[in-house]
């Protein structure tokens, strides 16, 4: 079964809205997760490192104030996708390393009205 | 130095015939290899994984063949199925470092397996 929950799976928003999607492991504790974009056919771009109690870590180009992400407990991390518009419409998938391995979640379809 | 270069891009194979899909880094701290499956839609799987002491790893109809001297590795299934169409992607890391940004992936692999 799956290590890594991811939640919405899908979500339908207007544009400026907010969205928030959540990544939990299931069974083991994860101070680390990470946090992917990928396009259509593309490969999985990181966005950031969450981490657990900290800030987290952004990729070059990657808009801190527009992705917030908050780490705040061993099994939690969101990402708020804050003012969405069109161009964020996008699979956002979050990662999480446990017992040597990264899991994956299934990914949560954003599309911005 | 932190790039995974993946071959080919895409790949339609018959159905029972074999795919083949490779991978290569540049750097060599990198020691453990991993491969995903994602279909359309969902979130990679892993699928098989392998570390530099062994030459070859196999799981059912996958198999992981690694050449550390030349620093690459490549998927095989054998008898492939239609189910089997999906995106293959490579990937690798530095396991002792459990923190770090260090799984890095290659661009990924369209497999096509035709009925």
């Known amino acids: 079964g799956a290590v890594v929950s991811q939640h919405p799976s899908r979500v339908i928003c207007k544009s400026g809205t907010s969205v928030k999607i959540e990544c939990r492991s299931l069974?083991?504790?994860?101070?680390?997760m990470f946090w992917y974009r990928q396009f259509p056919k593309k490969s999985l771009m990181l966005m950031a490192t969450s981490n657990e109690g900290s800030k987290a870590t952004y990729e070059q180009g990657v808009e801190k104030d527009k992705f917030l992400i908050n780490h705040a407990s061993l099994t939690l991390s969101t990402l708020t996708v804050t003012s969405a518009h069109p161009e964020d419409s996008s699979f956002y998938i979050c990662?999480?390393?446990?017992?040597?391995?990264?899991?994956f979640g299934e990914g949560s379809r954003l599309t911005v009205l | 130095q932190q790039q995974v270069k993946q071959s080919p891009q895409s790949l339609i194979v018959q159905k029972g015939g074999i795919s083949i899909i490779n991978c290569a880094y540049e750097?060599?701290?990198?020691?453990?290899f991993p491969w995903y499956q994602q279909f359309p839609g969902k979130g990679p799987a892993l699928l098989i994984a392998?570390?530099?002491?062994?030459s070859e790893k196999k799981e059912g109809r996958f198999t992981i063949s690694f050449n550390k001297s030349a620093k690459q590795f490549s998927l095989h299934i054998m008898d492939s199925q239609p189910g089997d169409s999906a995106t293959y992607f490579c990937?690798?890391?530095?396991?002792?470092?459990?923190?770090?940004?260090?799984?890095?992936f290659g661009p990924g692999t369209r497999l096509s397996v035709l009925p």
């Open positions: 392998i570390r530099p002491d062994v």
């Open positions: 069974d083991f504790q994860a101070t680390t």
């Open positions: 990662s999480a390393r446990g017992r040597g391995e990264l899991f």
């Open positions: 750097n060599t701290a990198f020691d453990y």
């Open positions: 990937a690798a890391s530095i396991s002792r470092d459990n923190y770090g940004q260090n799984f890095v």
